[in-house]
């Protein structure tokens, strides 16, 4: 639950906004920009509303809305919106005397008891003022949080972003903090007029006056009776030293029922000591900026003018915008996930520590061979010309040594000698000879096939016996010498 402050306002970039003003079936519209120091109305717009947007598909009503923009030609997507009065709640409490800290906890006790529904089906707001002796109030305003989210809805329908919902008449009538005289405003609308009062500096009474404006075919016609009456009952309800602040009356609206409002009520108020004041226009510093030429006073115009000379509203009911990662948090808020949301976060800065090393390492060898690659570069050159121009012949002399393998492995008796030996490829040895008998020539070829370097002994060839005759070949495994 948020109390905002009476000059409170989100500080916004925008130099231009839509102000719409929702009253019964009607939406009014205006496109207002700041120049500089001053103010134009670029669009406007006024039209009645076929679906009620609290009972009809939001997106249905946003594509109606969407229409009577384009037909006005309006572009702009950030608006302010002038909810209807007739869709809050009000409750007034007297402040007793607290440390400022804990008046907000006072108000949520307060509103819990004022309030016919659960508070957290609100979107509340809070005014405070204060009387002559010193004593301290607050009106306590909440609006069904449903309301604002269908109303929400069907401008994103109808392509559009809230940036501010408030209510239209205290746009048109702020409390004054600087001044001790208090206001009575009376806002004319579609269906029903909007009583406010301002006094003390800040809101004290809030209504609707329903059943004081009816509409017969297409006039409209005004009860001022239950006007005069219900002004009169709300100024009862105030504390006597603020009642006796109350000082004038300000009546907005449509300049017929407006003027005919005033000279009704006018001599009833007076004997109140009431002054009927008629507002047709704005004062030339009200916004503290030039206005349009012929601008007259409207809810929709008021609450965008204030936006964008960051004025402030005295209320905001525009939802807070929760970001994703705190749905989750507030969902998902147990111990046990919190333990885990904690060990998971070790885990990640533990990995990101484990790549940040690793990054530091690259970067250091990175630095290093940048420092020795130039060299490298060189030494790479010299090899390419010692391959190029070394000799083409092999250091490791193959087939001598497998002659010398050969004749290690032969008896020093000649009882096996060789006649032949073909070397081919290298590496296939073939032998050809003579041997005293079997046994001799077994041991040969036993002792060659244990010696280093030769594989696939196998024989082709014997014939005779004593002398006799043998072939066999084998593969040589050893080199190691140039690969040119």
Known sequence: MDW???KSWKRQGHSSVLALSLDGGRLEGIVLRRINGSLKALQSFSET????????????VGREIRNHLDAAGVRERHCVVCVPLKWALVVHV???????????????????????CDIATLRLAASRWQAPSGKRYATLIGIPENHL?????????????????????????????????GVLA??????????????????????????????????????SDI???????????????????????????????AGELADEIGAPLAAMGLAVELVAAYSPGEFGVELPAGATGSRAFSLGARYLTRQGA??????????PWQKLATRYSSSR????????????????????????????LRSRWRAMSQKVEELDGLQQQIRQYRPWFDRSFPSLSVLRELTMEFPEDGVVSAKTVEIRDANTVTCSGTARDNAVLLRTLTQLRAASGVTGLKVDQIRGKSPMQFTFDFQWGKGGGNAN
């Open 4 to 6: 905002l402050d009476l």
């Open 49 to 60: 509303l076929s679906l009620d947007p609290l009972t009809a598909d939001p997106e249905l």
């Open 94 to 116: 007297e402040l007793p005397k607290l440390p400022e800290a804990d008046v907000a906890s006072f108000l949520h006790i307060e509103a819990e008891r004022g309030f016919p």
């Open 149 to 181: 989210a269908l109303l929400e809805r069907a401008l994103q329908g109808a392509r559009l972003k809230a940036v501010s919902f408030s209510l239209g008449i205290s746009a048109l009538q702020p409390p004054d903090a600087g001044s001790a005289d």
């Open 186 to 223: 009376l806002a004319i609308g579609e269906d029903n007029i909007d009583l406010q009062i301002t006094c003390g500096g800040g809101v004290s009474a809030l209504r609707a006056l329903e059943g004081a404006l009816e509409i017969e075919g297409t006039r409209k016609l005004l009860h």
């Open 227 to 257: 006007v005069a009456r219900e002004a009169r009952i709300t100024l009862g309800q105030l504390p006597s030293e603020l009642r006796e602040t109350v000082r004038s009356v300000r009546i907005f609206g449509s300049a017929d029922l």
């Open 314 to 323: 005295p209320f905001e009911f525009l939802p807070p915008k929760i970001a």
């Open 337 to 364: 996930l919190r333990m885990a949301g904690a060990t998971a976060g070790a885990v990640t800065l533990l990995v990101a520590g484990l790549f940040l090393i690793q990054q530091w390492q690259l970067t250091r």
